[in-house]
């Protein structure tokens, strides 16, 4: 049986999760969130006391990790050794821990069998840095979703704010340009926008502008 597949990819805080999940809910397809994968691995190193920098001390860590994805209601949780680890893995430190494993071939190894497989077996929507150029390359779909730093910068800023993160704008705008400058220089799988990929630029839009440009895209490639 053909399962579907849309990629997408694009910076951090673009906001491919928020909209990547309600475009699953509304396709009912299986939304995966492979940057969760990379933070439990960031988490697993950090709680160690393992520079996530280091690797060789993080490749040296690998065969003991395990990472499972299951949904709780609609919702991703990611386990990481048997424990739901998925409140832990969005602080400001555990996306540096992230984007620094994430910069390690062997890690991006270990995650992407088990990523492949799970779009072999399921309609996913599936989001990250290199799904459409890396992970799923035969992509019935690809997006790449993009907006500006400050733009991006300002929409987290208010996320961390509302979760009673202390924290200034200015911190927030120099940890994304910090992880835009990682993600897309590293060598392995670099983030960028697919040959084949559909580029959105959300910088002028507000959430539901930029789902419904998302969905009309998805619409044109596979008429769902
Ligand atoms: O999407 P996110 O912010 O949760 O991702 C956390 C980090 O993981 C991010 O800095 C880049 C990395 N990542 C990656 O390299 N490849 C992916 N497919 C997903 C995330």
Do not use: W
Not at 55 to 70: H, K, N, Q
Not at 186 to 209: E, H, K, N, Q, Y
């Amino acid at each position: 049986m053909k399962h579907y597949s849309v990629a997408i990819d694009g910076p951090s805080s673009a906001g491919k999760s928020t909209i990547a999940r309600a475009m699953a809910a509304d396709m009912r397809f299986i939304y995966v969130d492979t940057g969760a994968m990379y933070r439990a691995v960031g988490l697993f190193v950090s709680r160690l006391g393992i520079d996530s920098t280091d690797a060789e001390r993080v490749i040296t860590c690998l065969p003991e990790i395990d990472i499972d994805i299951s949904y709780i209601g609609e919702e991703q949780h990611i386990f990481l050794n048997g424990e739901d680890v998925n409140s832990l893995i969005r602080t400001e430190s555990a996306s540096i821990h992230a984007s620094n494993v994430s910069a390690i071939p062997e890690v991006r190894a270990f995650l992407l069998d088990y990523q492949r497989s799970f779009a072999a077996s399921n309609n996913v929507i599936m989001d990250g840095r290199d799904i459409g150029t890396v992970v799923l390359p035969d992509a019935d779909v690809k997006i790449f979703l993009t907006a500006s730093a400050e733009v991006r910068a300002r929409r987290r800023y208010k996320e961390q704010k509302e979760r009673g993160e202390k924290v200034t704008y200015r911190e927030v705008l120099k940890a994304i340009r910090l992880r835009d400058k990682n993600d897309s220089t590293r060598a392995s799988a670099p983030l960028r926008a697919a040959d084949d990929a559909v580029v959105i630029d959300t910088s002028d839009c507000d959430l539901a502008g930029a789902c419904e440009l998302v969905r009309r895209t998805i619409r044109e490639k596979i008429g769902l």
